[in-house]
Nanobody, 121 residues
Framework: VQLVESGGGLVQPGSSLRLSCSIS????????IGWFREVPGNKREVVAC????????YYRDSVKGRFTIVITNTKHMVYLQMNSLKLEDTANYLC???????????????WGKGTPVTVSS
């Protein structure tokens, strides 16, 4: 399984950004896929998670209503649409996935390298 992120950048507070993650290697298997973020000195945290088996989604409270995770019908791309970005959203964003059903993407085992997002005025 390979995951490759893109779309990060430098934006101003209140702006929008869409992150992309290309997915390969799962074949027809169901999987959980999510976006995580990490800031030096802080614990890596899950931002959003989607189950391909039933399209159930999970968002951490701080991004609810602002971020949306979407997967294509082919399940080869997953996006994270980020609106109303805040200074505290600055982080390296990583795409991660795991076989089967994984509530909150707690059991992901495949990781991309990440794409940096900087929110600054």
């Amino acid at each position: 399984v390979q995951l490759v992120e893109s779309g990060g950048g430098l934006v101003q507070p209140g702006s929008s950004l869409r992150l992309s993650c290309s997915i390969s290697g799962f074949g027809g298997r169901h999987f959980a896929i999510g976006w995580f973020r990490e800031v030096p000195g802080n614990k890596r945290e899950v931002v959003a998670c989607l189950q391909t088996s039933d399209n159930a989604t999970y968002y951490r409270d701080s991004v609810k209503g602002r971020f949306t995770i979407v997967i294509t019908n082919t399940k080869h791309m997953v996006y994270l649409q980020m609106n109303s970005l805040k200074l505290e959203d600055t982080a390296n964003y990583l795409c991660a996935a795991g076989d089967g059903y994984s509530l909150y993407c707690a059991d992901v085992s495949y990781w991309g390298k990440g794409t940096p997002v900087t929110v600054s005025s």
